[in-house]
T-cell receptor, first 113, second 111 residues
Framework: DAGVIQSPRHEVTEMGQEVTLRCKPI?????LFWYRQTMMRGLELLIY????????DSGMPEDRFSAKMPNASFSTLKIQPSEPRDSAVYFC???????????FGQGTRLTVV | GENVEQHPSTLSVQEGDSAVIKCTYS??????FPWYKQELGKGPQLIID?????GEKKDQRIAVTLNKTAKHFSLHITETQPEDSAVYFC??????????FGAGTRLFVKA
């Protein structure tokens, strides 16, 4: 398996534009997580899904952020409209079962100018 | 909610010395404690984990200890090598799927 695949690896966009980050979890994993990493706030859990259903989105910072998981092999994190303070590295991770290892993708480095 | 504190934030050791990173947590129901290593430009990767029914676990040069009464757990790296230089995160699961990460420790191993 190629692991968790995220795209794009880098994204530079202007303030106010819509940004869509994509994630393909490891085949067979039933949990998917979106994290945001910044120097100031570290690794923050934004939202996680189990069996394609959002379980906890309490970490989503604002209504500008939304996430979907239309099927077991694909998820998106959308920011609309984007702001400079959204600049960060966004990680997607997947896992199987409870209390088990999370496998992280390479991340998407988002820069909003 | 769960709160995880990690210390130190930066650790510099000489090659061959040991490194110890400590974490404390607040929720006594937490039952799974993984440690992740993050290298530059990559996502975190699991290096060792421990469950609440075990006090210590070792994997070659890496060991983790857990004190559930005191609600703290530690990562021990012996005979450090330059390739151990990275950011290390402790994490806590409070049942289910949710993982709360510590703030991270940047480890420098000087050759």
């Amino acid at each position: 398996d190629a692991g968790v695949i995220q795209s794009p690896r880098h994204e530079v966009t202007e303030m106010g534009q819509e940004v869509t980050l994509r994630c393909k979890p490891i085949s067979g994993h039933n949990s998917l997580f979106w994290y945001r990493q910044t120097m100031m706030r570290g690794l923050e859990l934004l939202i996680y899904f189990n069996n394609n259903v959002p379980i906890d989105d309490s970490g989503m910072p604002e209504d500008r952020f939304s996430a979907k998981m239309p099927n077991a092999s694909f998820s998106t994190l959308k920011i609309q409209p984007s702001e400079p303070r959204d600049s960060a590295v966004y990680f997607c991770a997947s896992g199987s079962g409870t209390n088990t290892e999370a496998f992280f993708g390479q991340g998407t480095r988002l820069t909003v100018v | 909610g769960e709160n995880v504190e990690q210390h130190p934030s930066t650790l510099s050791v000489q090659e061959g010395d040991s490194a110890v990173i400590k974490c404390t947590y607040s929720d006594s129901a937490s039952n799974y404690f993984p440690w992740y290593k993050q290298e530059l430009g990559k996502g975190p990767q699991l290096i060792i984990d421990i469950r609440s029914n075990v006090g210590e676990k070792k994997d070659q040069r890496i060991a983790v200890t857990l004190n559930k009464t005191a609600k703290h757990f530690s990562l021990h790296i012996t005979e450090t090598q330059p390739e151990d230089s990275a950011v290390y995160f402790c994490a806590v699961h409070t049942g289910g799927f949710k993982t709360i990460f510590g703030a991270g420790t940047r480890l420098f191993v000087k050759a």
